[in-house]
């Protein structure tokens, strides 16, 4: 699919020892190329690891050494939504990502795996999760409202084995590299839960497992960071966080892709891991329109899930995209607000660059620098979004909005007292924008709120936080 830059527009990095450079550009009417660098260790440096996203400029640049698809190549490209995703990697990662698409491609129509994962998901995970009519928190905003207002219903993905929703991806991407025969499993966490669903899919499977996690994220996730050594995880430290962590992952990969297994936990990457993980992520919304089905004989009116990088949304929301009666609300992290540039909020506040392998939104300078990013949320802390979420934004089929670090933790206090659910510090901010839309909706409109983690890991923070005040805002006599 042909991508919707001037014809004078490049997408480049330089490598500022060798020269060389990676270019993506489109010529006179032809497609977009994809080039990639041939050094394949000033890419793994600068492309992967460099704190410099790739934006769309027009730099003075020597001479590229370029490697072009032919023609064939680029109308049988997958993995593009408009303008964003692709392939942005080193000519080493084309033929192993190549073999992983192809593998993923099999298993979708492979019956013996498809029994094997729904075993897994049901026996393992714990699957279906709950559809769940909160009650309270629904008479909360209606007694606000002169008594109007939605029936809000909470999809548990809290209650999965892990405590969150990164499990359904991980047992899934864990089962096809078994099936290829690969030993070790390399993936990087930033709150920690992908990290905790990869290390006990990694136990059940007998792989060896290597998670890379900030320094600042184990600060903040230090009950996490235990779960996944006590499931047999070796965890490295990478000074940073997130963004740091998952650079990592990508060295440690490419260095050795014999036996290793990169397994990504987020829709972000190149083609084709934001579509597996997006594919097992589907799960949640498939199972909401069952239940969604069966409590009130149709379909959700407004889907709302944090955005980071975007599993947990399009996991919710991609059952769905057709059907354009169906409201898809994105909530990202606010931060301190976002005139602060302390915010996370990409899609608001973003431009299109490369990072990680993909094009996407991403919060940058004008010189192409990565900002970083910040959530109290650790898991929404990452500065780029999916290719999917993004080429939603452009369509208009998703709205997106943002809530601040304040709203999430009296969001995430709300539900405790109304509900006796302790929500993850990410689900909270989807929960926090209830505050604003549930006014403007009128009586019996069904919300479906992807609660995609449970709070446990994030207890003492929203104790300590210096925005949280301990008054009994919500107490559990206080009637509905």
């Known amino acids: 699919m042909a991508c919707n830059m001037r014809t004078d527009l490049l997408i480049s990095q330089i490598c500022p020892t060798s020269g060389h450079v990676s270019v993506k550009r489109r010529i006179g009417n032809a497609s977009v190329v994809r080039a990639v660098v041939v050094d394949h260790n000033s890419l793994v440096k600068n492309i992967i690891g460099s704190t410099s996203s790739l934006i769309m400029r027009r730099p003075t640049l020597p001479k590229p050494q370029l490697v072009e698809e032919t023609d064939n190549e680029r109308k049988g490209c997958k993995g593009k939504f408009g303008r964003f995703g692709g392939k942005f990697v080193p000519e080493t990662l084309i033929s192993c990502l190549s073999n992983l698409e192809a593998e993923f491609n099999l298993v979708l129509h492979d019956a013996q795996f498809q029994a094997e994962l729904a075993t897994a998901l049901r026996d393992y995970v714990g699957r279906e999760t709950p559809l769940y009519f909160a009650e309270r928190l629904t008479n909360h905003y209606k007694k606000n409202n002169n008594g109007e207002g939605p029936e809000i219903y909470l999809k548990r993905e809290d209650l999965n084995h892990g405590g969150a929703h990164k499990i359904n991806n991980a047992i899934a991407q864990a089962m096809i590299a078994k099936r290829l025969g690969r030993k070790s499993i390399v993936a990087a966490t930033g709150a920690g839960q992908h990290g905790v669903a990869t290390a006990a899919a990694c136990a059940k499977l007998s792989l060896q497992c290597t998670i890379f996690m900030g320094t600042k994220d184990m600060e903040k996730q230090s009950s996490n960071l235990v779960l996944m050594k006590l499931l047999g995880a070796e965890v490295k430290s990478v000074d940073g966080n997130f963004k740091e962590a998952t650079s990592e992952a990508f060295r440690e990969w490419v260095g050795n892709l014999e036996s290793s297994y990169y397994l990504t936990g987020t829709v972000v990457g190149p083609h084709p891991c934001p579509s597996m993980v997006r594919e097992f992520q ?68 973003g431009d299109v660059g490369v990072y990680h392998g993909t094009m996407s939104y991403l919060l940058q300078d004008e010189e192409g620098q990565i900002i970083r990013p910040h959530s109290v949320g650790v898991g929404l802390e990452y500065p780029a979004v999916g290719p999917e979420l993004s080429f939603l934004k452009d369509t208009g089929r998703a709205e997106y909005y943002s809530v601040t670090d304040k709203e999430a933790l009296n969001a995430c206090q709300m539900l405790c007292r109304l509900e006796g659910i302790i929500p993850s510090l990410e689900a909270s901010h989807a929960l926090a924008f209830l505050n604003k839309l549930c006014p403007t909706l009128p009586t019996g409109t069904k919300v479906v709120v992807n609660c995609s983690g449970r709070g446990d890991k994030d207890a003492e923070m929203i104790l300590n936080h210096k925005y949280y005040p301990m008054e009994k805002q919500f107490p559990a006599s206080q009637n509905s």
Do not use: Y
């Open 282 to 349: 589907s799960v949640i919304g498939k199972e909401t329109r069952r239940q969604a089905m069966d409590k009130w004989g149709g379909k959700p009116d407004v889907l709302v899930a944090c955005v980071g990088s975007g599993s947990n949304a399009l996991g919710l929301f991609h059952e769905f995209i057709k059907e354009k009666d169906v409201r898809l609300i994105g909530v990202e992290a606010g931060g301190f607000g976002l005139e602060s540039d302390k915010h996370s909020a990409t899609l608001a506040k």
